[in-house]
Nanobody
Framework: EVQLQASGGGLVQAGGSLSLSCVAS????????IGWFRQAPGKEREGVLC????????EYGTSVKGRFTISTDSARNTVYLHMSSLKPEDTAVYYC??????????????????????WGQGTQVTVSS
């Protein structure tokens, strides 16, 4: 069974850093890439950082570019979202997702994925001012 397990959320002060992890089981990240999304209360889900394109391109959400990066531990089949200079507006539930079909990073982050995409359960990040 294909599954994603996101973790690492928590409470952090503004200006601080936090890293989230997304562990995959049943498949290998390298074949499909990954997207990180978030949803704040009362807001629509938005793409934070996506790296699904075959050309290695990475798409960043407008508000996180320069502050968020990703890294991969292939041995653990884990992808990390490293967040720095956190702001209260970064508070949200963060999800990792893997596309079922090939898709560019731009379109995946823009919400044009498939209902068959695999999603993790989400992890809460709260940034205090």
């Amino acid at each position: 069974e294909v599954q994603l397990q996101a973790s690492g959320g928590g409470l952090v002060q503004a200006g601080g850093s936090l890293s989230l992890s997304c562990v995959a089981s049943g498949f290998t990240f390298g074949d499909r890439g990954i997207g990180w999304f978030r949803q704040a209360p009362g807001k629509e889900r938005e793409g934070v950082l996506c790296a699904t394109g075959n050309d290695g391109g990475v798409e960043y959400g407008t508000s996180v570019k320069g502050r968020f990066t990703i890294s991969t531990d292939s041995a653990r089949n884990t992808v990390y979202l490293h967040m720095s200079s956190l702001k209260p507006e970064d508070t949200a539930v963060y999800y990792c997702a893997v596309p079922r079909h090939p898709i560019s990073s731009y379109y995946f982050c823009s919400g044009y994925g498939s209902p068959l995409d695999v999603w993790g359960q989400g992890t809460q990040v709260t940034v205090s001012s």
